[in-house]
């Protein structure tokens, strides 16, 4: 009785599980490890399932990742832009140059001034380029005294 009870929902599942993926270009993958074997040859006979017995992302670029044996965790992709890369962005929140670790007077292609709202290097970069957030009062008396607004990039 009780087999019959799970043969039912298990049918159940899989008629839902179809229904649900008749229109999805993305097919199921069944780790075989934690399943049983009347579960494995339904799974089987599904036409829409694929057991792997190999790693279906061994095969990822890994040209990206870094071979740090400190690090528990490797990059190995990145989709989209980032905000403090690609777009413009103060100096201090720069990626790309990351400002505890790098000299201050080194910036991007997409640092400005803080201080000035300017592309860097500014006239005065060489005391602007230690600005971080805590310089706000300078910032706002910068702003007063220049009404031009900020460029666009």
């Given at each position: 009785?009780?087999?019959?009870?799970?043969?039912?929902?298990?049918?159940?599942?899989?008629?839902?599980?179809?229904?649900?993926?008749?229109?999805?270009?993305?097919?199921p993958i069944?780790?075989?490890?934690?399943?049983?074997?009347?579960?494995?040859?339904r799974f089987?006979?599904?036409?829409?399932?694929?057991?792997?017995?190999?790693?279906?992302?061994?095969?990822?670029?890994?040209?990206?990742?870094?071979?740090?044996?400190?690090?528990?965790?490797?990059?190995?992709?990145?989709?989209?832009?980032?905000?403090?890369?690609?777009?413009?962005?103060?100096?201090?929140?720069?990626?790309?140059?990351?400002?505890?670790?790098?000299?201050?007077?080194?910036?991007?292609?997409?640092?400005?001034?803080?201080?000035?709202?300017?592309?860097?290097?500014?006239?005065?970069?060489?005391?602007?380029?230690?600005?971080?957030?805590?310089?706000?009062?300078?910032?706002?008396?910068?702003?007063?005294?220049?009404?031009?607004?900020?460029?666009?990039?």
């Amino acid at each position: 009785m009780k087999g019959a009870k799970k043969q039912r929902r298990l049918n159940s599942k899989s008629n839902r599980m179809q229904k649900e993926e008749d229109n999805e270009p993305l097919r199921p993958i069944l780790c075989v490890k934690n399943i049983n074997k009347l579960d494995l040859k339904r799974f089987d006979a599904m036409d829409k399932c694929y057991l792997l017995d190999f790693d279906p992302f061994h095969s990822l670029n890994q040209t990206l990742s870094h071979s740090d044996s400190d690090s528990d965790v490797s990059l190995v992709a990145e989709k989209g832009q980032v905000a403090c890369r690609d777009y413009p962005h103060a100096r201090y929140l720069c990626l790309k140059s990351p400002f505890p670790t790098t000299p201050h007077q080194t910036y991007c292609e997409m640092c400005y001034c803080y201080v000035c709202d300017a592309i860097a290097p500014c006239d005065h970069w060489t005391s602007h380029c230690h600005a971080d957030q805590l310089w706000k009062r300078e910032r706002r008396s910068n702003s007063n005294n220049n009404h031009t607004p900020p460029p666009f990039l």
